[in-house]
């Protein structure tokens, strides 16, 4: 079996410390805000998990399907011997391209979640015993320094978490990500896009489970939890709506009441407004051209775009400026615009 090595580039109270500078900072401003990453404790992904087999919630389920037919395709283009994934978690949907992959010799993912990343490497080094998994502790948000890997390398960053990021973050991320690739490198992006905003609405308001009010509600009990916050989550309700001006989808805790809530471990007392607004999470909805020109601004070229039939989701493949993909056999160019 190939060794398992974990790096680890967080210091250990690098979740306290972040947690800590994140709610000081977006309960303290406004409109309030609070980064979605903060979600995502062991129960609020659980959550998670059982959002993507809601019927409502497309995202994911075009993702994996886009991933099932052209993980062959994109191997043929990019000819990767190393897969970097960028907010790893689980790494399920990474199977695909792991299989497509036949000289694949490395696996780098990147996840704060020491834990998920343990038990994701089991899994696959089970599952692929020639495979060198080298995780990374790390924030992908963040500088990041990669080991030595055989190129050429593809970075995956899926799920459409680049829609999690505002416009300024979105622009520093690619940047940071583009010194990351060298001559021969790929990214390959998820991006939801933009279509009726019904549909668009329903992925995140659930109103007949509520099992995304329960979700978005979770981000006051790690605050609760870890800060000795006394946030009540039934006094906010969970709003989900669309911001056709900015094309993102805003997920929101609305306080049904003026109240104050202490978070000692801050020192800080919050007042909400009765109807007053935090905002816990963005999800920007992408177009092909706004990607391809975010995408040259940090200096990348758009090199292949796979969508689903109904154009509800893509994956773009792209790479530093001046190096084209692998041209794809005919009959597969529609699947694949370039």
């Avoid at 060794?3 to 401003?29: E, Y």
């Amino acid at each position: 079996m190939s060794p398992f090595r974990l790096t680890r580039t967080l210091p250990k109270d690098a979740t306290d410390a972040a947690l800590r500078a994140d709610v000081r900072h977006g309960l303290t401003q406004t409109p309030r805000t609070l980064p979605p990453k903060w979600f995502y404790d062991a129960h609020g992904s659980r959550l998670f998990n059982r959002i993507t087999e809601l019927p409502a919630y497309y995202p994911f389920i075009a993702e994996r399907e886009l991933l099932r037919a052209h993980a062959g395709d994109i191997a043929q283009a990019t000819g990767a011997r190393t897969l970097i994934e960028l907010g790893s978690g689980s790494s399920e949907k990474t199977r695909y391209l792991l299989d497509a992959l036949p000289g694949l010799h490395t696996y780098l993912p990147v996840d704060v979640s020491e834990s998920a990343l343990r038990h994701a490497a089991q899994v696959l080094i089970n599952e692929h015993p020639d495979l060198h998994v080298h995780a990374l502790v790390a924030d992908f948000t963040s500088t990041l320094t990669l080991p030595p890997a055989p190129g050429p390398r593809l970075v995956a960053f899926l799920g459409s978490t680049i829609g999690n990021l505002l416009p300024a973050e979105r622009a520093s991320f690619l940047t940071s990500v583009r010194t990351l690739l060298s001559p021969g490198d790929f990214l390959l992006l998820g991006a939801d896009l933009v279509k009726d905003p019904a549909q668009m609405v329903a992925a995140y308001d659930d109103t007949a489970t509520g099992i995304t009010a329960a979700f978005n509600k979770n981000v006051l009990s790690v605050i609760n939890r870890e800060l000795g916050a006394d946030f009540d989550p039934d006094a906010f309700e969970h709003v989900a709506l669309w911001d056709a001006a900015r094309e993102w989808i805003e997920m929101r805790l609305r306080s049904r009441t003026a109240q104050s809530v202490k978070i000692p471990a801050l020192d800080l007392v919050v007042d909400f407004a009765d109807g007053e607004d935090l905002r816990t999470e963005i999800s920007a909805k992408f177009r092909r051209s706004g990607l391809r020109a975010e995408l040259a601004h940090s200096g990348l070229e758009l090199a292949a775009w796979f969508s689903t039939p109904d154009a509800r989701f893509a994956l773009a493949l792209a790479t530093p400026h001046g190096r084209a993909a692998t041209p794809l056999p005919a009959g597969q160019v529609t699947a694949c615009v370039r």
